[in-house]
């Protein structure tokens, strides 16, 4: 029997020959389109650069929004925020990094693996984030592909995200429609177009309009 260790080491080789290597992961940009049940459809970019810079941007026929955060901070447009819109901004950024952020296993841990309800086996992961903030991530044994992932720390509340429809974009594997539930209430999903790694964008890119 392997141990512990080597099987979460055997899994996350499974999960990056899957999704295709990045490396070390510095920036990751998504784009695509977004559909809220109570803001209709609109446009979606993010990205996101090490160590801890995220920047979000939607899109909608009535207005842009714009939450963006860096250096332990975080606005809403060029409202400063912080406390519970902050964590959910650090679980957002985590969440846009999968499934390579999983690859840096001081963070990460095998939690268990249990048999779903379709008859396949799942395995959990927990990734470490700041606490109290942890994102649990579901990944199916026979494809290595993430299929929900489940952020906490926030009080009892729990962000969850449902991954469907892969295909690959520009040579990596993405889940190109993203279900997104807030306390057990669907509230929207997300359509992945667009996927790449580009230069680092600098400060500025995260900081609110002056």
């Known amino acids: 029997m392997p141990s512990g260790a080597e099987e979460l080491a055997s899994l996350l080789q499974r999960i990056e020959a899957a999704y295709g290597a990045v490396g070390k992961l ?30 979000i941007r939607l899109g909608y026929a009535s207005e842009t929004e714009v939450r963006s955060m860096a250096a332990g901070r975080a606005w809403q447009g060029s409202v400063d ?22 690859m840096a296993i001081e963070h990460t841990a095998l939690l268990g693996s249990r048999i779903a309800e379709d008859g396949s086996t799942v395995h959990t992961l927990v990734l470490v984030l700041e606490s109290p903030l942890r994102l649990l991530v579901e ?4 494809t290595a592909r993430v299929r929900r992932s489940i952020g906490t720390g ?44 580009p230069a680092d964008p600098g400060d500025g890119a995260f900081l609110p309009p002056q």
Not at 29 to 54: C, H, I, K, N, Y
Not at 169 to 176: F, S
């Open 26 to 55: 510095t920036t990751i940009r998504q784009s695509g389109r977004t559909v809220s049940r109570l803001r209709g459809e609109g446009t979606m970019e993010r990205l996101w650069a090490a160590p801890d810079r995220f920047r």
């Open 81 to 102: 925020k912080s406390g519970p819109f902050l964590q959910a901004m650090q679980l957002q950024a985590a969440r846009s990094q999968l499934p390579w952020n999983l």
């Open 154 to 197: 926030i009080g009892d509340m729990q962000f969850i995200t449902e991954y469907r429809d892969f295909r690959h974009i520009g040579g990596h594997l993405v889940a190109t429609r993203e279900e997104h539930y807030a306390m057990g209430r669907h509230i929207g999903h997300s359509i992945i177009e667009q996927l790449d790694f």
């Open 139 to 142: 990944v199916d044994d026979a």
